[in-house]
T-cell receptor
Framework: AQSVAQPEDQVNVAEGNPLTVKCTYS??????LFWYVQYPNRGLQFLLK??????LVKGSYGFEAEFNKSQTSFHLKKPSALVSDSALYFC???????????FGSGTQLTVLP | DTEVTQTPKHLVMGMTNKKSLKCEQH?????MYWYKQKAKKPPELMFV???????INESVPSRFSPECPNSSLLNLHLHALQPEDSALYLC????????????FGPGTRLTVT
């Protein structure tokens, strides 16, 4: 079985401040972890993934995420938030041999000008 | 080209109608997916095609019928839908491997009246 939790439904941050969107996961075996972003009335856009290797993963639009095996976390971060980062963010996990992605419940990020 | 296209963008249908949703990708991906998404919720997997064969059906009602005519195209045939089937229907594709990210189309907004 595999599951992922996003403990915050809503995150508000001021423009220019660092942002963090939290994600924890539960999976047997090696996890494949993903972050996606969804703007209103659009499909999901891939941001970054962790498969193996360096625990700090860099992705699109200045986002990065840190894989922490001991805490089973994969938090999304950005050093300086933009108003245009406001969107719905989904963390997802896939067990090594599985075809299905399991999504978290989503976190609405609002960056205030 | 990392684009997945979906047509139509919007669809309104009565409960007795038959309609089809279409999805196309030209990235050479061998896995294609249909998801259903309600507002502000994570996508729910419906079907997975791998090498043009149906590999996963997540207990979806038979009023939804998928079809994969070739490696670039994916259809979802709709018949006798219910109002609760109103949602955003997302198509996605990925390379064969389980560590590969999925690329999503913009979706079809379906309203069943």
């Amino acid at each position: 079985a595999q599951s992922v939790a996003q403990p915050e439904d809503q995150v508000n941050v001021a423009e220019g401040n660092p942002l963090t969107v939290k994600c924890t996961y539960s999976v047997s075996g090696n996890p494949y972890l993903f972050w996606y972003v969804q703007y209103p009335n659009r499909g999901l856009q891939f941001l970054l993934k962790y498969i193996t290797g360096d625990n700090l993963v860099k992705g699109s639009y200045g986002f990065e995420a840190e894989f922490n095996k001991s805490q089973t976390s994969f938090h999304l971060k950005k050093p300086s938030a933009l108003v245009s980062d406001s969107a719905l963010y989904f963390c997802a996990v896939r067990r090594g041999s599985a075809r299905q992605l399991t999504f978290g419940s989503g976190t609405q990020l609002t960056v205030l000008p | 080209d990392t684009e997945v296209t979906q047509t139509p963008k919007h669809l309104v249908m009565g409960m007795t109608n038959k309609k089809s949703l279409k999805c196309e990708q030209h990235m050479g991906h061998r896995a294609m997916y249909w998801y259903k998404q309600k507002a502000k919720k994570p996508p729910e997997l419906m079907f997975v095609y791998s090498y043009e064969k149906l590999s996963i059906n997540e207990s979806v009602p038979s009023r939804f019928s998928p079809e994969c005519p070739n490696s670039s195209l994916l259809n979802l045939h709709l018949h006798a839908l219910q109002p609760e089937d109103s949602a955003l229907y997302l198509c996605a594709s990925s390379q064969r491997g389980t560590g590969d990210e999925q690329y999503f189309g913009p979706g079809t907004r379906l309203t069943v009246t």
